[in-house]
């Protein structure tokens, strides 16, 4: 059912209003050095816990952070409103920040260096179950008991695919436009497994996600066949993309369509789903770790460890993850001043919210 409550409805606009703006990123893009970017971010939406000095991946967790707050803010107000539709549609779009949890608790389990967790409120699905997890077996277990399912295996690269796939199958159950964003996610998803990893999709990992793309997708010998037998729902995320290396560009289309969507969605939809749709951040089915992926080419991005290993192979120069304690908020040094450093702070829902 449509509120029709008109606050809510200036909050969404206030929300997707504070994303940067095209003129507000290029400035950000063109700061020489970190510290330079963190100043100029400290006066927007997203500098309440940002200061000049701190590593990299302390402020791209606190610049994700911010945009987790307004989610979970909103979802305060549907709460009251529209507590069955509007919370759930938050979930589902929000689901990035389980995701990136989940990531970082099978660092752990492994006994390697993991980030600081999200604190996910009414947003989360299962994380109060899933954290308690000693190991992968324990994990998996606590999935297929939630609105997560069974991940389909239990190895750390099984629980990663997983959880993505089911992600992209809970929010086409949204209908569209969530239905056309989810299909090219995953058509970009298994496009990396196949061709830039060299890696079979196990059917049984990816579940119901698989039926997005149509049964002769597994099949196609190439990226461009796998292009060419595709749904139009899923087809268009590999427009003129031709090899593994084009991958990123794909992303970024996917990224862009799904900003443009959801501009519309604001501006004309009443105040139902299609608002929520158009006032969440577009995050992308296949982000590694607790790192998202960025607005520019491989070369240039820093992506905090990439879950996926093709991710390697379609972009090879990218600088080495920094070494972490578990569960904590201190990081390595930042990356050396050069041009472009600053670009890196900024997620896809960075640059589309504030």
């Known amino acids: 059912m449509p509120v029709t409550t008109p606050p809510l409805r200036d909050f969404l606009i206030a929300l997707a209003r504070r994303r940067l703006g095209a ?13 330079d970017a963190l100043r100029m971010l400290a006066a927007t939406a997203y500098g309440v816990n940002l200061r000049p000095e701190q590593p990299l991946a302390v402020a791209q967790h606190e610049i994700a952070g911010s945009v987790l707050w307004d989610l979970r803010v909103l979802a305060g107000w549907l709460a ?10 938050l979930r589902v779009l929000g689901a990035w920040f389980e995701v990136a949890n989940v990531d970082e608790l099978l660092q752990s389990i492994a006994g390697r260096p993991a980030e600081a967790e999200f604190r ?26 939630s609105a997560w399912q069974d991940p389909g295996g239990q190895s750390t690269y099984a629980v990663r695919m997983g959880i993505r796939a089911r992600w992209a199958a809970r929010a086409a159950a949204l209908g569209d436009p969530g239905r056309t964003w ?15 990893a060299g890696r079979a999709v196990d059917p049984a990992i990816m579940g119901s996600a698989l039926s997005l793309l149509g049964p002769a997708a597994l099949r196609a010998a190439t990226l461009e066949e796998m292009a060419g037998v595709l749904p139009p729902r899923a087809a268009w995320v590999l427009t003129g993309v031709t090899g593994p290396a084009d991958l990123w560009r794909a992303e970024q289309a996917w990224l ?60 090879p120069r990218r600088r080495p993850r920094s070494g972490r304690v578990a569960r904590r908020r201190d990081r390595g040094a930042p990356r050396p001043r050069s041009q472009g450093a600053a670009s890196e702070l900024t997620s896809p829902p960075a640059a589309g919210l504030g």
């Open 23 to 35: 003129e507000q990123t290029r400035r950000l893009a063109s700061c020489g050095s970190l510290s």
């Open 80 to 89: 009251g409103w529209l507590p069955s539709e509007g919370v759930r549609v």
């Open 120 to 145: 996910l409120g009414a947003l989360t699905a299962a994380w109060p179950r899933l954290r308690q997890a000693a190991s992968n077996s324990e994990l998996r277990a606590a999935l297929a008991t």
């Open 182 to 196: 989810a299909a090219g996610a995953v058509a970009l998803l298994v496009a990396g497994e196949r061709f830039a």
């Open 256 to 315: 862009a369509r799904v900003e443009r969507d959801g501009l519309r969605l604001l501006r004309t939809s009443s105040l139902d789903s299609g608002a929520f749709l158009g006032a969440s951040p577009p995050w992308p089915v296949t982000p590694g770790g607790s790192g998202p992926r960025w607005r520019s080419p491989p070369a240039a991005a820093n992506r905090l460890r990439p879950t996926m290993s093709w991710l390697d192979a379609a972009g």
